[in-house]
Every structure is written in C-alpha cells, then in structure tokens.
C-alpha cells in the first residue's frame, strides 16, 4: 500500500508541474564569466505538511562532479553529488552525509527518486529528484522546511573524465565552493519538480558568501616533496660520495632527503584521512609508502651506526655494505611508489612528466658513475709497480722520428762523455 499511495503521490506531482502550478524557491550561481560553463542552479519544492522534498539541480558537466547540500558547512550536511554514469551517457545521483570537512559518505538511509528527464543535456548536467522524509537524515533544526533562510552549500570537482556507477565513488576535492539560504516557505505548496525554472536571476535565495576557489596545496606538497628527495636529491647524495668522495655533503644530503621523504609520507597520512576510500591506507601506493618510511628511519640508523665504527677502524663494515644497497633498494622503491600515486590519483599527464623526470635522473646517474668508474680503473692501472717502472723507462727515452715503413724507433738517450 505504501508503493502504490507513492506512485499516486508522484503522479499527482507530476500532473501538477504540468500544469505550471508549482511553488519554489531557485539559487543561481553564475558561471565565471569568459567560459561557455552553464550556471549552477537549485530549485527546491516542499509538499505542504510534508518533510518531503522535490528538487532540481543541473550544472556544467564538464567538472568531475557538482553538489549541494543542506547545512551551514561540510562539518554536519545532508548532500545530493551528481557525477557521469559509467558509459558516459547517464548521471548518478549520490546521496551522501558529511560530519567533518573531509570527503562526504554514502549513505544508503537517503531515499532518493531520479525523475524523468534527467541525465546530460548539453554539456549539461541535469538532474530532477524526490527525497522522501528529506529532514529525517540530520539533527533536528539543520533541514528545517519551515524555514525562511534554510542554509545550503554547493562545491564542484575539479575538470577531469570522472565516470562511475558506483554510488560511493570517491571524488577529488572540490575547486570552488561557496554557500546560500532558501527561502522554504515560499517553496511549500502544490508538490512536484519546479516546472518554471529562473534561467538567470535567484528567485527566494541569496548567496550567503562569494564563491571560493580552492586548491589542493596538500596533494600538490606530497607529490614535490616525495619527488624531490627519491629522484633528485638521493640521487645527488649518490654523486657526492662515490664522485667527489665528500662523505660530510653526502650524509648531510641523505639526512635532508630522508626528513623532506618523512615530512611528504606525513602529508599523504593526512590526505588519505580526507578520503574514505584511502583513510584504511591498504592501496598499493599508500602500503609500500608506509615500508619505504619505516625503511629511511632504519637506513638512517645504519649509516650513523656504520660511521661511528669507521671513525674508529677506519675499515670497511658489514653495515656499510648493508647501508650501501639498502639505500639503493629504498630510492627504486620510493620512485616506484611515486608512480603508484599518480596512478592512484588517475593523473595521466603528471605520471608522464614523472617518468620522464625519473629517466633523466636514472641516466644522469649512471653516466656519471660510469664515467667516474672507468676514470678509477685508469688511475688504478698506472698506478701499479709495473707501471710506474714502465713510466721510468719511458723517460730515458726521445723520439728519434718516423721511417717510412710506419715502424716507430726509439733510440736510447747519449750519455755525456766524461774527460779524465
């Protein structure tokens, strides 16, 4: 009886929105102006002596996702996030709560109903919907319909092929985001979708704050942090002890590198805690970035351990060799994470430029080394006895020129003639 008394419900709704007999209250958010973006806009129907709730929403689809929600911020918010569908044709409507500033979660609790008429419609996102007991999902007094000045926030993702079914899919983080109040008096009535929807003015909302741009300072700090000290500076702290043979640079290096790789592993702990899909730290990238960070503390341990015994013998130690290659083992698998991150991050372009880098690097290294290996086997060479008594002999010989059949004569050098 329930399912029918609903349908009956919904179809009386629609019947009513055809008939352009609608109340709503609409918030339109211009889109920045020289872009060919559409406005973000929201208009919102509340059935008389009812906690139910007919919404539109629509917005520029070519952002990874929009979304508005009901509340003053993220900390406590009941949120409606549409992205594409799978195949690209479609959207998917996600309902989600938000207790703290961190990505909003699915909740499954949320009954909503996708309408006729939704999906993309040039380039746009466009989106008609019923939320049954919509107030009954927050603390009383944060979705109040009988509310003048209702409080709402909207976000859009960053530009990017985001494209899922899932109803818990994982978002980036927003790029602009702002808020605004509803008048939900003037939206109460007749039920049904907003059949005439304002197409450049609010009508019954006001834009509460301006609209924030917003970066992702911290992803963007883990990435350069982690890529300076595995592909440029371990690399460099290579160079200064099998090159220039600076044993104070090359721990001065290595410790700096190790603590810019420490401080870059804490920053990824903390974006992960941002993002319910990443807060268990269990993806690849996130497990091999814990081993490669417990890794540097022990690397570091060895070398100052290492150091202390030389100091004293002055000779080789198992340490050392073990120092040796484990750095070596670290710096490939601190590269091989990075790679895994971008990946994470689905950043095609950035994991290109990455691999490039990490090429550069790789060759530059390997160059130089084996440049400057080939020079110690040189110098190793003429350094032995055999050497040097050749180098002797060479001395007491000139060159006496070369004859035409290419054989080159050496002659010994004259003693001077001594007068008794």
Wanted: proline content about 5%; some cysteine; charged content about 15%.
């Amino acid at each position: 009886m329930r399912i029918v008394a609903l349908w009956v419900f919904l179809l009386t709704s629609w019947v009513n929105a055809q008939n352009g007999t609608i109340p709503s209250s609409t918030f339109i958010l211009p889109s920045p102006a020289g872009t060919n973006d559409t406005n973000l806009t929201f208009s919102v129907n509340v059935p008389q002596d009812t906690n139910h709730v007919y919404f539109h929403f629509s917005g520029p689809s070519i952002k990874s996702w929009i979304a508005v929600g009901a509340g003053k911020d993220m900390s406590n918010a009941m949120m409606f996030i549409v992205y594409t569908s799978a195949d690209g044709n479609n959207i998917t409507l996600s309902p989600r709560l938000s207790h703290k500033h961190s990505e909003p979660e699915y909740s499954k609790e949320i009954q909503l109903l996708l309408m006729q008429d939704s999906g993309i419609l040039n380039d746009t996102y466009w989106v008609n919907a019923y939320c049954q007991n919509c107030t009954s999902y927050l603390p009383t007094g944060i979705f109040d319909v009988t509310s003048r000045s209702q409080p709402f926030i909207y976000a859009m993702g960053p530009p990017n092929d985001m494209r899922s079914d899932s109803l818990s899919a994982t978002i980036q983080r927003h790029e602009l985001y702002g808020t605004f109040e509803m008048d939900m008096v003037q939206a109460t009535g007749q039920s049904g979708i907003p059949s005439s929807i304002p197409t450049t003015d609010s009508s019954g909302s006001s834009e509460t704050t301006d609209p924030k741009i917003d970066h992702d300072y911290a992803a963007i700090a883990h990435a350069l942090s982690t890529t300076i000290a595995f592909v440029v500076l371990m690399p460099l702290g290579i160079l200064s002890l099998r090159v220039l043979e600076k044993v104070r640079w090359h721990w001065i290096n290595q410790v700096a590198a190790s603590c810019i790789a420490l401080a870059g592993g804490g920053i990824g702990i903390y974006l992960s805690m941002t993002y319910e899909q990443y807060k268990y730290l269990n993806s690849p990238h996130q497990v091999l970035g814990l081993i490669v960070l417990v890794c540097l503390l022990g690397q570091i341990l060895l070398g100052a351990f290492h150091h202390r015994i030389f100091k004293h013998t002055h000779l080789p130690t198992r340490w050392g060799t073990i120092h040796k290659y484990a750095g070596h083992a670290i710096m490939v698998l601190g590269v091989i994470t990075g790679s895994l991150g971008l990946l994470l991050a689905d950043n095609a372009k950035w994991l290109l430029c990455y691999f490039v880098l990490v090429v550069v690097a790789a060759v530059c290294l390997g160059v130089t080394l084996l440049v400057r290996a080939r020079s110690k086997r040189r110098k190793a060479v003429f350094a032995t006895p055999a050497a040097r008594n050749m180098n002797v002999n060479a001395d007491n010989e000139v060159w006496t020129g070369r004859p035409l059949d290419g054989d080159i004569h050496l002659a010994p050098t004259k003693q001077p003639s001594v007068s008794k």
